[in-house]
């Protein structure tokens, strides 16, 4: 028979005074925030128990560390020094290379406008009156002549450098792109220009625009801003410019990103005659393999014959 337990034993089972709680992790770390690792270091430390070997090698092992390390930044700063000699070297020397060679260039554009104004001349002598000023006036419509009269200037330059808010540095302009150029140059065509050239640059028919990297190409040859398109045309050319889509995208543009963006009716404007362009021409062969030619009837025609197949006539300047 089993005695039940007394009321006072129940009373001390129920007493939270007696309740035995278990620690809490945060409030551990709160009161005892240090880890045991480092009281018993600096206990060690403070009654003087670090091993006398330990402390005797620990110095010239820290001294050898240091010495390899001031070691490999003296290495690596001599190397740097004595490398940049050579790059500014080289730098120079290709500065000094595309200089010159920017003035050949220019010394044999106006060398081969001399050449092309002695052709006219000689040309214009062997001609008739009536076939040299059609031929002339040909050659000022596909962009072959110089050409003179009134017209519009469109002005684009790139916008202030902005200031970063965050860095308070340069954030980089809003550049002036090679589809910006193109835009405005289709726009002046559809509004009746007969003579387009970008900073000097006369267009034709196989004209480009383009960039390579951060340059803008117009025919292969760079071009920098604050870049002009002029163009000559009828007075009502500056009104339906202005009504164009381009003009409108432009003068978004720019009031966005303080891109500069101008246009005036300009008297008076010479643009300059483009360069010959090369002109290839399909030509038949020369001695035909009896093998090529088509063993059909004769109205046929195959690539290696010389039937009416092939075109003796110019391809168009490599369109």
Not at 210 to 225: C, F, K, Q
Request: zero cysteines; charged letters at 25%; glycine letters at 10%.
């Amino acid at each position: 028979m089993t005695t039940p337990p007394s009321r006072d034993g129940v009373d001390k089972e129920r007493d939270p005074s007696n309740r035995v709680y278990a620690p809490d992790f945060l409030t551990e770390l709160f009161r005892n925030p240090l880890d045991p690792g480092y009281g018993d270091a600096a206990a060690r430390r403070a009654t003087g128990s670090m091993s006398r070997v330990r402390e005797v090698l620990g110095r010239p092992v820290s001294l050898v560390v240091l010495a390899l390390i001031g070691f490999l930044f003296a290495v690596a700063y001599r190397e740097t020094v004595a490398d940049e000699p050579s790059r500014a070297t080289a730098r120079a020397g290709l500065v000094a290379e595309i200089k010159g060679r920017e003035a050949e260039t220019d010394r044999l554009t106006e060398r081969a406008e001399q050449l092309r104004e002695d052709v006219s001349r000689q040309r214009d002598a062997a001609l008739s009156g009536s076939q040299a000023s059609r031929l002339r006036t040909l050659e000022a419509g596909t962009g072959l002549a110089r050409v003179r009269g009134d017209g519009v200037v469109v002005r684009l330059a790139d916008a202030a450098a902005d200031q970063d808010g965050v860095t308070n540095g340069d954030a980089g302009p809003s550049r002036v792109l090679y589809s910006d150029l193109q835009k405005v140059v289709n726009a002046l065509w559809a509004a009746g220009a007969e003579a387009v050239a970008v900073n000097g640059q006369r267009l034709t028919a196989t004209s480009t625009i383009r960039s390579a990297g951060e340059a803008i190409l117009v025919d292969y040859r760079p071009v920098t801003g604050p870049y002009e398109v002029q163009a000559i045309g009828p007075r009502s050319m500056r009104d339906r410019f202005d009504e164009s889509r381009a003009a409108a995208l432009m003068r978004e543009v720019a009031r966005k990103t303080g891109l500069s963006f101008g246009v005036k009716r300009v008297d008076d404007l010479t643009l300059p005659a483009a360069p010959q362009p090369r002109l290839r021409y399909a030509e038949p062969p020369a001695s035909p393999s009896a093998s090529a030619r088509p063993s059909g009837g004769a109205g046929s025609s195959s690539p290696g014959s010389s039937g009416p197949g092939v075109s003796s006539s110019p391809s168009g300047g490599g369109r």
